[in-house]
């Protein structure tokens, strides 16, 4: 599926691209078509957004910039649809412009927004199944991880498994690489140097955890945020991959890179659940197709974004050093035993690791 896409990565954006708009922040109008009937009763005047004639905007949240490999795969997304379905307009939302991700899940999950991008923790918070692909080392890397991810055989039930409570369908995974320590003060060797740290992590009870089992404290804080709380001192150190660290701009504040790669982590793409019951056959065809394209471009677009962002982050100062695996793997080992826990949970996480060998 990638190569619909690999024409798109060359055309001239004047002639090949839609209609740019400004939201808040900033926001790039990709022109899709999901299909009239994915504009809900529910929505009245809040999500949907008026247009030419005949044309629908349906809003996605997403909490990356538009240099970021999520905004392009998505970009391309729409333009996919655009082609193979008519009149909806796909508005991409960047830069946490409708919120953070706890507020705009509660938004797609209302019908005010259609589509997030939003962290595994956060669909964790609601299901603690999705728990089972959370917690560390549970994929090899990341062909592993899109892989099991992508397997309705292993997905099916997970992905269905908010729909009733809380209107929210997940639509498949975009990979956040192996996540790493970055630091303030100066490089990591070994979890007690992290002994006091105070890192940054989203909000739940494996994330912090994770925090502790590196040596530090947790402090969950809003993503957005995080730069100031760096530069401020609130935090000492965050974790997350090299694309993150080089886009928002962190080794301004934390310049060493510590490669405790304690974990792969994974985005998911949500929909409000009646939006997409709404797709005719033919739609949802289309709107599976282009997905796959999506999430497949997103994984090459990563391996080249990591690799440009390690260097452009050295460029400006940023130092990457190598840490003692032994000793965070230790440090790490029983999070699985602690954290996966029912029956299903088990299920899942043993069917991950079955898909690597």
């Not at 730069?227 to 997350?240: F, I, S």
């Not at 090299?242 to 490669?259: G, L, N």
Request: proline content about 3%; some cysteine.
């Amino acid at each position: 599926m990638t190569e619909i896409f690999e024409r798109r990565r060359h055309e001239a954006t004047k002639d090949g691209k839609p209609t740019v708009r400004t939201h808040g922040r900033t926001c790039l109008v990709a022109t899709a078509s999901v299909a009239a009937t994915l504009v809900l009763a529910s929505c009245g005047g809040g999500a949907e957004s008026t247009g030419p004639a005949g044309e629908r905007s349906l809003r996605l949240a997403l909490n990356q910039s538009e240099e970021h490999p999520s905004f392009t795969a998505l970009d391309h997304f729409g333009d996919h649809l655009r082609e193979n379905i008519d009149g909806v307009n796909l508005d991409i939302y960047p830069n946490e412009t409708l919120g953070g991700q706890a507020e705009v899940l509660q938004l797609v999950a209302s019908g005010a927004v259609d589509m997030a991008v939003v962290s595994g923790a956060q669909l964790e918070n609601l299901n603690k199944d999705f728990i089972a692909f959370n917690v560390p080392r549970v994929f090899d890397d990341i062909d592993h991880q899109m892989d099991v991810v992508h397997d309705p055989q292993i997905t099916g039930e997970l992905y269905t498994s908010l729909e009733e409570d809380h209107d929210l369908t997940v639509v498949g995974g975009f990979t956040q690489g192996a996540r790493s320590v970055y630091t303030a003060d100066g490089p990591v060797q070994t979890p007690d140097d992290l002994a006091g740290a105070n890192i940054r992590v989203q909000e739940s009870p494996l994330n912090v955890a994770i925090a502790e089992a590196l040596g530090g404290s947790a402090a969950p804080m809003v993503y957005g945020e995080l730069y100031t709380g760096l530069q401020a001192g609130v935090v000492d150190a965050a974790e997350n991959n090299e694309v993150s660290y080089f886009t928002q701009r962190h080794y301004e504040v934390a310049p060493y890179w510590s490669y405790t790669e304690h974990l792969i982590g994974l985005d998911y793409l949500i929909i409000n659940s009646d939006a997409l019951a709404g797709l005719s056959d033919e739609q949802r065809a289309a709107f599976d197709e282009g997905w796959t394209a999506a999430y497949e471009e997103h994984a090459v677009l990563w391996a080249e974004a990591t690799e440009e962002a390690i260097t452009g982050a050295e460029a400006d100062g940023a130092e990457f050093h190598q840490v003692d695996e032994a000793s965070f793997a230790e440090a790490l080992d029983g999070l699985v035993e602690e954290f996966v826990v029912t029956d299903t949970q088990r299920e899942l996480h043993n069917a991950a690791r079955e898909a690597a060998e």
